[in-house]
C-alpha cells in the first residue's frame, strides 16, 4: 500500500514517541522499584539489628539457651518484638505457627504467602548454638543460611541464620507500589495519545508544504514553467520553495530562450544555404562559368557556415551549463598577455595600434578557468581586430576598484550607436552598418562572453569608448 509523506512523518514521530516513553517508563518504573527495594532492605535491616539485640539481651538474662530451646512461644515472641513496623496483633500466620505442636522452625504453613514475591524475616531466622548446633531451624536448610554471630562479652555464643529471601511488605507499602505502577501506566498512555495528536499536526503542517511542492513539480514536468509556490517560512522547508521558484524561472527562460534559438537559428542557416544554392544552380546552368574564383567564393560561403554551426555549438553548450570548467586561482594578467601576444599580427596586419595600460599595484589573483579565460579575451580582442578600422587603436587598461579586477578594451571607429549598446550581449545581434556581417561574424561571440563571464561571477558591459569606437569592461571578482 503507498503511503503519503504525511503517513511516513505521523509514524516516524509516533514511533520516536513510543521508543522515547517506553524508555521513561521503564527507566522511572527500575528507579521506582530499586529505591523501595533499598528502602525495605534498610528496614529489613533494621529488623535483624533488632533481634540481634533482644536476642543478645537474653543470652545476657539467662546465661544459656537452655530456657529457650524448648519455649516455642518465647522464640516467636522475640521475633515478633523485634519487628520495629508490627502491628498491635500479629498476622494470621504467626498465630497460626503458636499453634503447631512441631518445633521444626520454619514451620511448614499452609497459609505463609510464599507466593507472593516477599517471604516473611520471621520466617526466615533460624537459632543456633555456639557450636552451630540447632535450637530452632531445619537440618536442611542448614547449606542456605547466612549466619551472624551473637556475641555476649568478646565471646561468640550462638548465631542467628538467615535463609535466602527479601522481608515482606507491608499492606500499605503493596498498595503504594501498585498505585505507582498504575499511575505510571496511564500517565505512559496519556503521552502516548498526545503524542500521536502532536505527531499527526506536526505531519500535516509539514506535509501541508511538500504536497504542494509534489504539485508545483507534476506541473512543472508537464510544462507549465509559470507555477511558483509562495514562500510562508525561512527554514529548509521555506529554501525549498524558493529553490524551486528559481528552478522554474529558470526552466520558463530557458524554455523561452529555445524558441528563440530555433526562430534565429532557422533565419541565420537560411542565408548562407540560399547562398549556396543560388550559387550552385548558376554553376550547373551554365550561368556562371566553374574557375578558380567561383570555387573560392563557394569555399568561402562554406566557411562561414562552418563558423555559424561551430559558434552555435559553443554557445548551446555554454547554455547547457556543459562547458566544462576547471577553476582555479589564477593570475588573470599574464593570461591576457599570452592571448595578446598570439593575436598581434593580426592587428599589425591592420595596422592597429596596441596601448597597455597596467594600474594595478600588486598582481591579482581570481578564482577561474584558464582556458575558458582565453577563450573570453581571444573573442573580445578577435572583435576588436576584425571591427576597428586599419590604422586604428586598441587601449587595454588594467585597474582595481575595491574588491574587483576591472579590464577595459576600447578600440577606436567605428562606434556604436547608444541605443545598441544593450542589445550586444543578444545572441545573432549585430550591429548594422560599420560593425557588420561582412566581417563574417554571426553575433554569437559576445554572447559566449557573456555566459562565460557570468560563470566565473563576473559583470560584463559595452559602453562608448573615448576613442570613439566600442569599450568592454570585465569586473572580476578577487579571490587572493
Given at each position: ?97 503458636r499453634r503447631e505442636s512441631t518445633l521444626l522452625w520454619p514451620p511448614a504453613l499452609s497459609n505463609l504467602p ?5 517471604i516473611p524475616l520471621e520466617m526466615r531466622a533460624m537459632l543456633l548454638n555456639a557450636d552451630k548446633s540447632i ?201 591576457l598577455k599570452e592571448d595578446l601576444a598570439a593575436l598581434t599580427p593580426e592587428f599589425q596586419n591592420k595596422q ?129
Amino acid at each position: 500500500m503507498h503511503k503519503t509523506i504525511r503517513v511516513k512523518l505521523f509514524l516516524t514521530f509516533l514511533a520516536t514517541t513510543l521508543l522515547v516513553v517506553s524508555g521513561m517508563y521503564a527507566f522511572m518504573r527500575w528507579s521506582l522499584d530499586k529505591g523501595f527495594s533499598e528502602f525495605v532492605e534498610t528496614r529489613q535491616q533494621e529488623h535483624v539489628t533488632n533481634l540481634m539485640d533482644g536476642l543478645t539481651d537474653y543470652y545476657a538474662n539467662h546465661q544459656n539457651w537452655r530456657t529457650l530451646a524448648g519455649d516455642k512461644q518465647k522464640w516467636i515472641d522475640l521475633l515478633w518484638q523485634s519487628n520495629p513496623h508490627r502491628h498491635h496483633r500479629p498476622p494470621p500466620w504467626l498465630e497460626q505457627a503458636r499453634r503447631e505442636s512441631t518445633l521444626l522452625w520454619p514451620p511448614a504453613l499452609s497459609n505463609l504467602p510464599t507466593n507472593k514475591r516477599f517471604i516473611p524475616l520471621e520466617m526466615r531466622a533460624m537459632l543456633l548454638n555456639a557450636d552451630k548446633s540447632i535450637i530452632f531451624g531445619r537440618q536442611e536448610a542448614m547449606q542456605q543460611l547466612t549466619l551472624q554471630p551473637i556475641h555476649y562479652q568478646e565471646k561468640i555464643v550462638g548465631f542467628l541464620g538467615l535463609l535466602p529471601g527479601k522481608t515482606v511488605k507491608r499492606g500499605s507499602e503493596i498498595r503504594f507500589m501498585e498505585q505507582q505502577t498504575e499511575a505510571f501506566i496511564w500517565i505512559a498512555l496519556l503521552m502516548i495519545f498526545m503524542s500521536a495528536v502532536l505527531a499527526w499536526l506536526l505531519a500535516y503542517t509539514l506535509g501541508r508544504p511538500l504536497k504542494r511542492i509534489t504539485s508545483a513539480a507534476k506541473a512543472l514536468a508537464v510544462g507549465r514553467y509559470s507555477i511558483r509556490l509562495p514562500v510562508e517560512s525561512t527554514d529548509e522547508l521555506g529554501q525549498l520553495a524558493r529553490d524551486f521558484n528559481e528552478m522554474a524561472a529558470a526552466l520558463e527562460q530557458s524554455e523561452q530562450a529555445r524558441r528563440r534559438w530555433m526562430a534565429d537559428i532557422s533565419h541565420e542557416l537560411r542565408t548562407p544555404l540560399a547562398i549556396l544554392r543560388g550559387e550552385l544552380e548558376a554553376l550547373q546552368d551554365g550561368i556562371r562559368p566553374l574557375t578558380t574564383e567561383a570555387i573560392d567564393s563557394l569555399f568561402g560561403d562554406v566557411m562561414r557556415l562552418n563558423r555559424l554551426t561551430e559558434d552555435l555549438y559553443q554557445l548551446s553548450l555554454s547554455d547547457q551549463g556543459a562547458l566544462s570548467y576547471r577553476k582555479d586561482h589564477v593570475d588573470p594578467v599574464e593570461i591576457l598577455k599570452e592571448d595578446l601576444a598570439a593575436l598581434t599580427p593580426e592587428f599589425q596586419n591592420k595596422q592597429i595600434t596596441i596601448k597597455w595600460i597596467n594600474n594595478l599595484p600588486d598582481p591579482i589573483r581570481i578564482y577561474g578557468d584558464p582556458d575558458r579565460l582565453s577563450q573570453l579575451y581571444r573573442n573580445l580582442l578577435n572583435n576588436s581586430a576584425n571591427y576597428t578600422n586599419s590604422m586604428g587603436q586598441l587601449a587595454i587598461t588594467l585597474s582595481r576598484e575595491a574588491d574587483k579586477l576591472v579590464l577595459d578594451f576600447s578600440d577606436s571607429e567605428p562606434g556604436v550607436p547608444e541605443h545598441e549598446l544593450p542589445k550586444l550581449f543578444d545572441r545573432f545581434y549585430r550591429v548594422e552598418g560599420s560593425r557588420s556581417r561582412h566581417h563574417g561574424g554571426a553575433g554569437l561571440g559576445l554572447a559566449l562572453c557573456s555566459n562565460i563571464v557570468e560563470a566565473h561571477n563576473a559583470t560584463i558591459q559595452a559602453h562608448a569608448s573615448p576613442l570613439k569606437g566600442l569599450t568592454i569592461r570585465i569586473e572580476f571578482p578577487i579571490s587572493v
